[in-house]
């Protein structure tokens, strides 16, 4: 049987960047490549921030006469502590900045935004905004001249809008009318951000079922090593103090935060409140101005469930759920499937003993078929043959789908082409062995950026026997190999099929 | 090179933990300089100067309430109503105060129209409504303008009570302005005058 089904090779700009990921591989190897874990380290950098925030906020006058003493006294007079605690809160919320954009650019670029991912991409950028707000509220509580120039400014884009009563403005003109309530509405506005980020991150990965929230220990020291480094280098320092009386002239320029505040040199603050607006809806809406047709949603067969909710433990987005049995079979539960949050990688086939999923455009039926059939065109070959099952997200040949599974040079091989390598259910292992085949090679994404999450890691859980459904025993693991690669390294993919087909015996 | 090759039969039923690999840390922090620390370091203290040296500035900065519309003395009102009510009470049983009466007292207050001119240009000709759902608050009046630094002549006029051909407050000065000072126009309510400070 012919599939019918086709898969999507990456374009110019994903295979630039997978490229850059793939040297980046060289070095710290995909165990811990950070941009495979971009997500967690932002939450680390938020713990960071939130840890010395508490330190900070402990010395910290809230006041117009104390607040810039107070932080002179952490940055001068406790440099050994305070100092290097208010360095490494800036220089985190730096690392935020550049950790939280890199993560959405990087899931734009490799398409991983649309669909049942829109949630997370929409919150996402609600973070990126709040976090910059925050940021730049907390700038203005040191009440230096950076801050003074933020808080006039800020005054200015806030007052442009007519629901806000009092202009702040008024505040910033003379020292007399600068009360300290100011300063607290400053302090409850950044500590507001942090509980709307964490609200946000908790929305962000609702729809993520295994979300990864920290970034391995080996990174986790790096990320630490990396900020007490910059603390050490270039310690955060206050510029002068304020002084109302003159405008603030050349100062250290955070533009990770600050950046909208110069275009009010060209712009009205109507002008750029409506730049701002219209690039955050542009922005937040591309999900549904790029989409494309989604594949068809996973379907159950509910004669064949056995509610052994083993799907529902796999699904990478919580896609399905397990209610009570609704047709009198002698089973407690029964799996149904949430359309919307669907990614149609076909993960719960590959969880699934009982042929009770499916994917429309892939049955289960249909995929055992063609293994069976490229192994049966295969077996009659001479020497060692083997069985390819290669991940669509992740390497694989040119033509080798319009070859009906063939590459050129490799003869000795048949390659199957699966959505995600996932769905790759134990039983289909064993097929090609049954049919005289000698080896099988797995090829999937690379280990920590399966494009649904967690295939690869499934697999490797069932073939190694501590992910259920696992694979029979009686299979010789030293005759199944596997390669974890990204799209970008399709000759190293074949390198590594030649030398499994070479050291097959 | 790939992550992993052959897969080990009997690795055991438990996922296997990672040591702590020095070599990795060592890769990782790196990368992490590069990719992070340097954005980061170089991002967060580039200097930047939104003013020039040679700039100035004149604000207009200050809260006030404006007369009220209609002549109306709210107390004078409560006043006359509480004398009628404690009279009727002596021999009525059932009265009530008039309400209505109280608040037919309109509230609502001029706006503040500010005029300011810098040697002899108009920079400014303003009106700032009263705050308030009713219009019967102050009015809060904040503008600024970037000048240059020197001597100017400062022309401002004020009105309070919707008339504007007589200005309830007025200043006429010169004021010599340094570079990258700034000088507050405000309404100073005990001597009841304009003043640049």
Partial sequence: ?505 | MSDKKNVSAGEGTKKPKKPLEIISFIRVTAVLIVFIGLPVLILSNISYSFYSPQESAIKVAFQHTGKRIVDCDEKDLIKEEGKRYRELLKTEKRISMNMGKLAGCPRERFPVVVDLSIDGRTMLDRAYKPKGIKRDMASYIYDDFIISPGVHRIAVAMYDSGNKNKADATLDETVDIKPGDVKVLRFDDASNKLVVE
């Avoid at chain 1, 925030?53 to 607040?67: M, Q």
């Avoid at chain 1, 989409?291 to 990478?316: H, I, Y």
Wanted: aromatic share 12%; with cysteine; glycine share 8%.
């Fill in chain 1, 1 to 505: 049987m012919e599939r019918a089904k086709t898969y999507r090779k990456p374009g110019v700009t994903e295979r630039l960047w997978l490229g850059l990921e793939k040297v980046l591989n060289l070095l710290t190897t995909s165990a811990y490549n950070p941009f495979y874990y971009l997500g967690a380290i932002s939450i680390f950098f938020l713990w960071i921030i939130f840890i010395t925030g508490i330190y900070l906020f402990v010395f910290y006058s809230i006041s117009a006469a104390g607040a810039y003493n107070s932080v002179q006294y952490l940055t001068v007079n406790q440099w050994y502590l305070g100092g290097v605690i208010r360095s490494l809160h800036r220089y985190a919320s730096g690392g935020l900045v550049i950790a939280a954009l890199t993560h959405g650019l990087r899931h734009y670029v490799l398409d991983r935004y649309k669909h049942w991912r829109w949630v997370s991409w929409v919150t996402g950028i609600g973070m990126v905004l709040v976090i910059i707000v925050g940021g730049i509220f907390g700038y203005a509580l040191v009440w230096d001249q950076r801050a003074q120039f933020i808080a006039i400014s800020l005054s200015k884009m806030i007052e442009s809008v007519p629901v806000f009563g009092m202009p702040m403005s008024i505040s910033f003109a003379r020292i007399e009318n600068l009360a300290d309530q100011v300063f607290y509405l400053l302090l409850a506005v950044h500590f507001f951000a942090i509980i709307a980020v964490t609200v946000l991150v908790m929305i962000h990965l609702g729809r993520v079922a295994k979300s990864v929230i920290n970034p391995p220990k080996v990174m986790a020291y790096g990320l630490v090593a990396v900020l007490f480094l910059l603390s050490f280098l270039r310690p955060a320092v206050s510029s002068g103090p304020a002084n109302l009386k003159a405008l603030p002239q050349a100062m250290p320029f955070d533009w990770l935060y600050m950046f909208m505040f110069p275009l009010m040199r060209y712009m009205t603050e109507h002008e750029l409140w409506l730049f701002i607006v219209a690039l955050v809806l542009i922005v937040s809406i591309i999900p549904w101005l790029t989409a494309e047709k989604k594949n068809p949603e996973v379907q159950v067969t509910k004669e064949n469930c056995t509610g052994c909710e083993l799907c529902r433990e796999d699904c990478p987005y919580g896609a399905i759920q397990m209610i009570k049995r609704t047709d009198g079979m002698p089973y407690e539960l029964e799996a149904v499937v949430v359309n919307k949050r669907c990614a149609s990688c076909g993960i719960c086939m590959g969880a699934c003993d009982y042929k009770a999923l499916n994917l429309p455009d892939l049955t289960e039926d249909a995929l055992k078929a063609e293994i069976e059939r490229l192994s049966t065109e295969l077996a009659g070959a001479q020497g060692k043959k083997v069985v390819v099952f290669n991940c669509a997200k992740g390497a694989w040949p040119d033509g080798v789908l319009e070859a009906g599974g063939r590459v050129k040079g490799f003869d000795w091989a048949r390659i199957v082409t699966l959505q995600c390598i996932g769905m790759l259910q134990p039983s289909m292992l064993s097929i090609p062995f049954e049919n005289g085949i000698d080896g099988v090679f797995i090829s999937g994404c690379r280990m920590g950026d399966c494009s649904f999450r967690s295939g690869n890691e499934w697999l490797v859980g069932r073939i190694n026997g501590y992910r259920t459904p696992v694979v029979k025993k009686s299979l010789d693991r030293s005759r199944i190999g596997t390669a974890w690669l990204s799209a970008v390294e399709k000759d190293a993919m074949l390198k590594e099929l030649g030398q499994f087909h070479k050291n097959l015996k």
